[in-house]
T-cell receptor, first 116, second 118 residues
């Protein structure tokens, strides 16, 4: 079974600074997807970024980028120029590819605080 | 695009009542919908996977007779918590994945339903 581990229950960052959230996973599959979701206090789940395992290039979305290390099974999220609105719970998630229902396996989350 | 509407957002009811939660994909057709439960300060726990026109697949430990799931169309799935008790109080979130020829469509989440059983 696939597992996703987020080892940082809480993190804080100064506004305008950069922060990196860690995520490791375990799988025997060679092709899969990885995601970072943001859950603000409103509790809506918002897709931040996703990475396809067969792509070596790290995904980027504006201020958000990932460091995908397939051999190490590591998938960290870097937030640059942190803003107050970035404060939220961040969940790393894994999904298989191929035929099937593509369910997500979530990590336990990292609570990010942004200090003004 | 890819909006998922979940209703109601908050419901309070007496113990023994059955509660229905709706999950709709507003601008796309969703072959598969997922139902999650989230306890305070915890991650999302998958309860069941719902495929249009077929029976839902429940995760281990989830009572199918307690949490009835219906996915009658490509845009609507419902979760009914039958004879709800205080221990069923939680935050329930649905998600939907669009139909696609490839498996690279992400899940889009509803805003969740806070269920409080008195």
């Amino acid at each position: 079974a696939q597992t996703v581990t987020q080892s940082q229950p809480e993190m804080s960052v100064q506004e305008a600074e950069t922060v990196t959230l860690s995520c490791t996973y375990d799988t025997s599959e060679s092709d899969y997807y990885l995601f970072w979701y943001k859950q603000p206090p409103s509790r809506q789940m918002i897709l931040v970024i996703r990475q396809e395992a067969y792509k070596q290039q790290n995904a980027t979305e504006n201020r958000f980028s990932v460091n995908f290390q397939k051999a190490a099974k590591s998938f960290s999220l870097k937030i640059s120029d942190s803003q107050l609105g970035d404060a939220a719970m961040y969940f790393c998630a894994y999904s298989r590819t191929g035929a099937g229902s593509y369910q997500l396996t979530f990590g336990k989350g990292t609570k990010l605080s942004v200090i003004p | 695009g890819a909006v998922v509407s979940q209703h109601p957002s908050w419901v309070i009811c007496k113990s023994g009542t059955s509660v229905k939660i709706e999950c709709r994909s507003l601008d796309f057709q969703a072959t598969t919908m997922f139902w999650y439960r989230q306890f305070p300060k915890q991650s999302l726990m998958l309860m069941a996977t719902s495929n249009e026109g077929s029976k839902a697949t429940y995760e281990q430990g989830v009572e199918k007779d307690k949490f009835l799931i219906n996915h009658a169309s490509l845009t609507l799935s419902t979760l009914t918590v039958t004879s709800a008790h205080p221990e069923d109080s939680s935050f329930y979130i649905c998600s939907a994945r669009a139909q696609a020829a490839h498996s690279n469509q992400p899940q889009h989440f509803g805003d969740g339903t806070r269920l409080s059983i008195l």
